[in-house]
Each structure stands twice: as structure tokens, then as C-alpha cells.
């Protein structure tokens, strides 16, 4: 068993938690096939695999009388009824609803439990503050040479080992392993790992570290040795910046994923995540919380209608507002009033028929039968239920890495499975406490500090929770490539033939389309995300407003993808869009003389460029100087200045040219945008949280697209990646996003709007 152990330690980085987990599935295949391939006797993996398989006992409980599987049958407390379970009968155990044997009452025990199993692998909490920095259990006992002779890996792994060497004398907390990590590193791009004393290696351990995953990089300790934690941590009582990345490769490619692979693997190094963050964003995609979800086909019917399971929906004929507005008016209603629900309504109803249109070519992910009140609430219990487990069981394989979790974990799983759901439709007060006591759970969250890259999609889910709750049928798409929408929210509008039957219901039906169709449900502001879809799903008042918008958008490619980069000063890209620019200023002035929107928020005070053609291009030239400053502060940065060395006056001028002329169409657009947006086919969610001195504060914000819009803010500096030639010379500079755009609140006419 030593061999076999001292061989799982050896491949412990085919896996993601470091180490094989034989009740997993994969990890067997994952170990037989490697066993296979290094040619073990078939004969003998399959007697492993079967030793693997057959190692759950299924016992009932001699107190409760509940059946349940456990690794090991204890008889004292367990009755055994059958050893050596086959998975069938496992599943079929897990699958009749009898409980899993009781985890411990208390989740200090479960906290105690997970230090023993951590400390069992050798790791142990080398944090001052005791929030867990694990030093880890190096499964390589002597180093070898690099394992790849590929020409592409070496020549990547040579120039990254380079670059660490240079970066060493920035470090002053190494002591005298600083000369011992630089000996070491050397002798091993050398190949002269026989020269390698312990003291070396581990030296170059307690200070290096891979990124784990499948993309390259190489950390170092930067503060003290086993901590590779990014941002501030505590150190001898103050917060200090920790961990430091040697600049990324150029190139992405397998080359140098191959390399860093083979550092873990040669070396013994620790492989530690690219944030701090114990979950990630897969972890509780709402839409891929369990696999024994239903996905629904939508069945289209000769009536134009559609169902989802047993919801039939159907495009209702699009009242006249002004027609709505008279008939409303009859009724005791003041024009101004009016005019506001006929609007409403009209709106409502579109973006209803719009949704049902849809969600026709959509796949959606049934979490139950929202059809009926007690199946909304089932639905709300079971997607907490879902996330709650999904988190448990992310955050406790993360001890690793992250060390034990914290009473404060245990607690938040407890918060999100002991929401007790309302009976829908609920509204006002009680809808009010209902999302007060969801958003508890971002707050918790955050108070935590370490599950920030998973709060977005447990906000998504929280969305979902209030819209059932609020009698709607609420989906999630089952592709989360979806235009914008996360969530799907729809109710069935009522039967009418003419718009006095509207006017007569006119309160009942401006519920059923208070929310209809897609929403885009964000974590505070949200990242920035690319423009073109809000293009897409959103309505103007004028029908050219949309491909005006599109052809500024279009600088991007124009830009960017011209070949070579950058064009020059005369390349005809400039000509195009000057002449795209000019139609956009027109179309600008004349929306802003049509609506007479308040001074622009989003940029400079309008007062400072009037409602004319003059003024509108002195807007855009004070963008364009904006572009030109974002542009040369990237040119002087440390990370990218050697990347522009190459460039003479006239190609550092090309390339300043290229990006102010992309920052100004970009706000020009969301200008134009803003200035005639109709309404959004998409509700958009914030949920947002800001820190007062009372603590941590939780605040919904909604723009539903109809009275509160969805408008567009435009970066131009979002992030940029710096790409160079073979010889190190400039090829590209390009955005990290293509046109990205901030959302925010608007009312018609480009007028910001603040919430209470």
C-alpha cells in the first residue's frame, strides 16, 4: 500500500482537488486509465476497479429506523443491510427519499473534522490570522529535469523562468532563500537537477507556486513563504499586499499550459487558484445546479400558442395607446395618467409577445411545475435547497487550498435552506420582507469574504425566488448563452377583443406585464458586457436609431482587426467613419431637440456642448482627448511599456489614433442610446450592497425596461491586452471586451434616474 499510495501522490495533479476521490466516478476512470497507460496488467485494474466500486455499505439506523449508505458500518448505532452495495441499489436507496447518514449536529464538529483531514495530508494553517494559508503536502520526494523536450515548451518555459529570476531581487521578505530559489530555478532550466540539494528545492517550494487550471502562470510568495493568497492579507498586524505574478506569456497556447503542468509535476509545486475565492461561477450556475433536472421542450401549437409543460401562452394583439388613452380618460382618468398605463400596458403587452416568440427556439430548464401556487413554492424551496447543498459541497472541498471552513460558512448554508418561502402571489409588505431576507444572503456572503466569484449567479437565483413569488412563472434557459436574459418571467394575459375591455381591466393586466420576458440579473454593477445584444432587444423612436448605433459599433472591428495594426493616418477606415460619425451627430441632435433630455450624466455637462451640430462634435472631440490620455497612460505602464518600444513616433501616433477614435463612437452611441430609447425587451436586477458604518447594507435595483430603462455607459478603458511578434516586436493592442457598457438607470429621453 506504501507503492500505491506513493503513486496517487504522484499523479494527485490530475485532479482537481489535488487527490483522487474514489467515490467519484471519474476520479476512478481518471486512475485506471493512467494505470493503463504506463502498462499495468488489465487484469489487475479491473480487480482494483471492482474493490473501488463496491465499497458502500447500505445500513439502517438501529433509532430512526431510516435507511441510508455509509463507507463503513458502525454496529453499534447500524443495522447492516447490505455490504458492498452495487451503485444501482445505492442510487435506488438515495432515489426513494431515506436520508443520508446525519452529518454532525454541530458545525464546529464538521470544522474539527475537516482540520483532522487536512492536517492527516500534512497541511497545516500557517496564517497569522488563522484564516487558513495550507502549506501543502509536496508529493514529489526528489526533483526531476524538465519533462518536455518540445522546442514551443522549452522555448516558453526558458523565457517565464527568465522572467522570475529577473523578478527575485523585488522581493525583500525571502531572506537567504532568495539565493537558494535562484539556484534551484536555474539548475532546473539547465537540466541540472542532480546538482539540486533539498535545501534547494525546498526553498524554491516554499516561494513558487503554479496557477492552477488550464491557462499559465507562475506566482511567488511575496510576503511571507506557503502563502500565495491574492490581495491584502495580514502580516505581523497590518494588511499588506500579498502574492506576486510573474507578467503572463503572450502566448496562451497549450505550449504554455505544458510548461507549468510539468513545473507542478517536476518540482513538487503547489498549485494554487487565480483568486481567493472558494467557489467559482460554475459552481451554482442556476441552470446547472443538478443534473436530474428536466429540461422542457417548448411545444409549439397550430394557434400560435406555446406550452411549457402545462402553461399555454399566447401573443395578445398590441392595444392603440392613444386609442387606450381616451378610452381611459372616459373612465375618470387624467390624460398625463393615462397616457402613462396606455404606454404600460402597449409596452407590456409587445414585450410579451416578444418573450413567447423567444422562448419558442429555447430550451429552459423546468426546476418544477410553476403552473401552480404550491408548485412556485415548491420550485422557490427546492432551488435554495439546491444551492444551499451545491455550496456545501463546493466550500468544503476547498480546505485544501483555503484551509477550514469557519463557523460563518455553516451559517450561510444554514440561512439560505432555512428560507421559508411564501405561499405566491404575495406583494408589498410581505413581498418586501421576502427580498430583504433573500438579500441577507449577498450580505452574509460578503461578510464572509470568499465565495466572491459565485455571488452573481446566487443572485440569479434570488431573482427567480422573488418573481415566483410574485405569482409569475418563473425559467431559467438552459443555454446560458441566452441574449442578456437570465431569468425568464412571465404571466398569462388575460382574453380581450377590443381596448375597452383593456381600460375595464386595466389594473389586472398592468400586473400581468409589470415584469414580462427576459431579465438580466446582476451582483452590484455588474462586469461591463458587450453592447451589441442591448442593441438588439432594445426599441427606439426612431427606426434608424438602431443601425446608426450598430455602424458606430462597428469601429470596433474596423479598428481593431485591421491588418496590420494599426491603420495609418490615411487608411480609408477613417474616412468610413467619419462619414458614420456625421450621420450619428445629425440623428444625435435631432433626438436630443425631440425630447430635450436633462444635462448628460454619463459625460460631461451638456451645457458645455448646446443642442447643436457644433456642440455635438465638440462632445465627441472631448471623448476622443479622453482616448488619447487612456492610450499613452498604457504606453508608459510597466507592464506593457517594452511591448511599444519597437514603435517609431508615427506608429505610437497610429495607435493613439485607433483607440481615441473607438472611444469616441463608443460614447457617441450609448449617447445616441440613451437619448431614444423606447423601452428594453429585458428587466434588468442589481443587486446591490454598500457598506455603512452600521455594517453591510442590501438594496434592490430594478429597471424594468418600460419606465426605468436600461441605458448604456461606454468604458474605454476596460482592460487591454498587448500582443507582440516573435521578435518581441508591437503587433496589436486590443480590449479585453469588444464595446463593453456599463448598465444604467434612465428614464425616456436619456434622463437619469436615481433610485429612492
Sequence with gaps: MNSFDKLLAEISWLYEKGYPDFSIKEDREALYDYLL????????????????????????????????????????????????ASEDDIKKVKDGGEEEEPESKSAQARIDAMKKDLEKKGLVDVSDDGSGVMVPNFPVEKAKNPSSDDPKVVDRRNERLDAL???????????????????????????????????????????????????????????????????????KGRSVENRYSIPKSDDSSKYSFEYTKG????????????????????????????????????????????????????????????????????????????????????????????????????????IGDVSTSEGKKQAMNKVLDLVGNKLQEKLEASGELNGPLSEGHYELIDMIKGVKSPTPPISGEDLKKYEEELGQILVKMEEIGDMQTSRAEVAEALTYCVRLSQGFEAYFP????????????????????????????????????????????????????????????????????KQIIKDAFESYDLLYNAKPFPPKS??????????????????????????????????????????????????????????????????KNKKFAKKFQSLDDEGRQAVVKAMATHCAMGNMASHMNNADAEYNNFNNVSHALSKTKKGIKYKKKEMDGVEVLSGMNFSCDQGFTVSTNKDDSFRAIKPENKNPTAIVPITRGGKAHTFK
Excluded: C
Excluded at 59 to 78: E, F, I, L, M, R
Design 37 to 84: 497507460s504506463i502498462g499495468f496488467p488489465h487484469s489487475d485494474v479491473i480487480e482494483l476497479s471492482e474493490r473501488f466500486i463496491n465499497e458502500d455499505d447500505i445500513v439502517k439506523n438501529k433509532d430512526s429506523g431510516n435507511t441510508y449508505v455509509v463507507k463503513k458500518h458502525n454496529p453499534d448505532t447500524q443495522d447492516l443491510v447490505q455490504k458492498d
Design 478 to 545: 438552459s443555454d446560458q448563452t441566452a441574449k442578456v436574459s437570465d431569468v425568464y418571467a412571465l404571466k398569462k394575459i388575460q382574453d380581450y377583443d377590443n381596448v375597452e375591455e383593456v381600460a375595464d381591466s386595466i389594473q389586472k393586466i398592468l400586473v400581468e406585464v409589470e415584469v414580462t420576458g427576459g431579465e438580466s440579473v446582476k451582483f452590484n454593477s455588474g462586469a461591463k458586457s458587450a453592447s451589441a445584444d442591448k442593441v438588439d432587444l432594445t426599441e427606439y423612436g426612431d427606426p434608424a436609431t
Design 570 to 635: 490615411n487608411d480609408s477606415v477613417y474616412d468610413d467613419l467619419k462619414k458614420s460619425n456625421d450621420t450619428l451627430i445629425d440623428h444625435l441632435v435631432a433626438m436630443r431637440e425631440k425630447h430635450n433630455p436633462e444635462p448628460i450624466k454619463y459625460g460631461r455637462p451638456a451645457k458645455e456642448y448646446p443642442m447643436t451640430k457644433e456642440g455635438m462634435n465638440d462632445l465627441y472631440d472631448a471623448y476622443y482627448q479622453r482616448g488619447v490620455e487612456i492610450s499613452e497612460k498604457i504606453m
Design 263 to 366: 513545473l507542478a509535476e517536476d518540482l513538487g509545486l503547489r498549485q494554487q487558484p487565480g483568486t481567493n475565492s472558494r467557489t467559482s461561477s460554475k459552481d451554482v450556475d442556476p441552470a446547472s445546479l443538478t443534473d436530474d433536472r428536466d429540461k422542457v421542450e417548448v411545444q409549439k401549437n397550430e394557434d400560435g400558442s406555446v406550452t411549457f409543460g402545462s402553461i399555454t401562452y399566447r401573443e395578445r394583439e398590441v392595444p392603440d395607446r392613444d386609442e387606450l388613452s381616451k378610452a381611459l380618460q372616459k373612465r375618470g382618468m387624467s390624460k398625463e395618467e393615462a397616457d402613462k398605463k396606455a404606454r404600460v400596458v402597449a409596452v407590456g403587452i409587445e414585450r410579451h409577445n416578444r418573450a413567447v416568440r423567444e422562448m419558442q427556439d429555447m430550451e429552459i430548464v423546468k
Design 165 to 235: 529570476l529577473d523578478s527575485l531581487d523585488k522581493h525583500d521578505n525571502m531572506g537567504d532563500d532568495k539565493e537558494l530559489v535562484k539556484s534551484g530555478i536555474t539548475k532546473y532550466k539547465e537540466g541540472r537537477v542532480e546538482e539540486m540539494s533539498q535545501e534547494e528545492l525546498e526553498a524554491v517550494r516554499r516561494w513558487v507556486a503554479v496557477k492552477k487550471g488550464k491557462t499559465a502562470a507562475l506566482y511567488i510568495a511575496d510576503v511571507k513563504p506557503n502563502d500565495w493568497r491574492k490581495g491584502k492579507v495580514s502580516h
